[in-house]
């Protein structure tokens, strides 16, 4: 079925890439006028240049804001005074158990997953009627079928056909924080680069245009490629 939403404008948050730039592709061939948002001017141009060679005519509306604060909600009211569709994306979560995550982290879960989302909702109020899809409020670890990161490899397009590990091909089980259930294609990598971990682009780091970092544990058993030798451990972010 297709759903004509011709004359709409929606805001994907957080769709410069993987499930947002998915959700932005798919309303934007659905005829509607898409806001696509990121924290760095750079990787929404990226994101936007990409999604018009994808649906040619397509009418996209770049937003570089972090939505997770009040100055980035203000701004995207600035660019975006009405909006009939949003789409709350932006949701972070870590890989740990519930009791050992701090009361600083929880509040900043809330503020990011729930807060940022309502602060959201002006634009659409302002239009009279509206949809809001809280996708982000879901954000977590998820079970079985339903990991939608689990097995993908990192940096592969979000609508790539075929996004998980290549035969030939070796890997590194990305575990803990925003990439969590990703997999680092590290073929090719010496013994001494993978002891030194990596620094992965992501708009979930705690900075615009920052990175998550990942490094094997102390002892990390590995084994012959190809196929998931070893497993990187997520440390922390950096700008």
Same mark, same amino acid.
């Given at each position: 079925?297709?759903?004509?939403? *011709?004359?709409?404008? #929606?805001?994907? *948050?957080?769709?410069?890439?993987?499930?947002?730039?998915?959700?932005?592709?798919?309303? $934007?061939?659905?005829?509607?006028?898409?806001?696509?948002?990121?924290?760095? @001017?750079?990787?929404?141009?990226?994101?936007?240049?990409?999604?018009?060679?994808?649906?040619?005519? $397509?009418? !996209?509306?770049?937003?570089?804001? =972090?939505? $997770?604060?009040?100055?980035? $909600?203000?701004?995207?009211?600035?660019?975006?005074?009405?909006? %009939?569709? !949003?789409?709350?994306?932006?949701?972070?979560?870590?890989?740990? =158990?519930?009791?050992?995550?701090?009361?600083?982290?929880?509040?900043?879960?809330?503020? /990011?997953? /729930?807060?940022?989302? /309502?602060?959201? *909702?002006g634009p659409t109020r302002a239009a009279g009627e509206g949809v809001v899809v809280g996708g982000g409020w879901n954000a977590g670890r998820m079970n079985g079928d339903e990991q939608l990161l689990c097995g993908r490899v990192y940096g592969c397009d979000h609508d790539d056909p075929n996004p998980g590990p290549l035969p030939a091909r070796t890997y590194a089980a990305l575990v803990g924080g925003p990439? %969590?259930? !990703?997999? !680092? %294609?590290?073929?090719?990598?010496? #013994?001494? @680069?993978?002891?030194?971990? /990596?620094?992965?682009?992501?708009?979930?780091?705690?900075?615009?245009?920052?990175?998550?970092?990942?490094?094997?544990? %102390?002892?990390?058993?590995?084994?012959?490629?190809?196929?998931?030798?070893?497993?990187?451990?997520?440390?922390?972010?950096?700008?």
């Amino acid at each position: 079925m297709q759903i004509d939403l *011709t004359g709409r404008t #929606a805001l994907v *948050t957080d769709s410069t890439q993987g499930i947002g730039a998915a959700i932005a592709a798919g309303l $934007a061939r659905a005829g509607a006028r898409v806001a696509v948002n990121g924290r760095s @001017e750079e990787s929404v141009s990226a994101a936007v240049a990409t999604l018009a060679r994808k649906v040619p005519g $397509a009418e !996209l509306v770049p937003v570089a804001a =972090d939505v $997770a604060g009040e100055e980035g $909600a203000g701004r995207v009211a600035q660019v975006l005074p009405r909006v %009939d569709i !949003l789409v709350n994306n932006l949701g972070i979560f870590g890989s740990a =158990d519930p009791l050992e995550i701090t009361d600083a982290e929880w509040r900043r879960y809330f503020e /990011v997953n /729930v807060l940022a989302a /309502v602060g959201l *909702t002006g634009p659409t109020r302002a239009a009279g009627e509206g949809v809001v899809v809280g996708g982000g409020w879901n954000a977590g670890r998820m079970n079985g079928d339903e990991q939608l990161l689990c097995g993908r490899v990192y940096g592969c397009d979000h609508d790539d056909p075929n996004p998980g590990p290549l035969p030939a091909r070796t890997y590194a089980a990305l575990v803990g924080g925003p990439l %969590d259930g !990703l997999l !680092l %294609d590290i073929t090719g990598f010496r #013994a001494e @680069e993978l002891d030194g971990g /990596v620094a992965l682009a992501t708009e979930l780091s705690r900075w615009p245009g920052g990175r998550a970092l990942y490094a094997p544990g %102390d002892g990390e058993p590995r084994t012959p490629g190809p196929g998931t030798v070893c497993r990187f451990h997520y440390s922390g972010d950096a700008p």
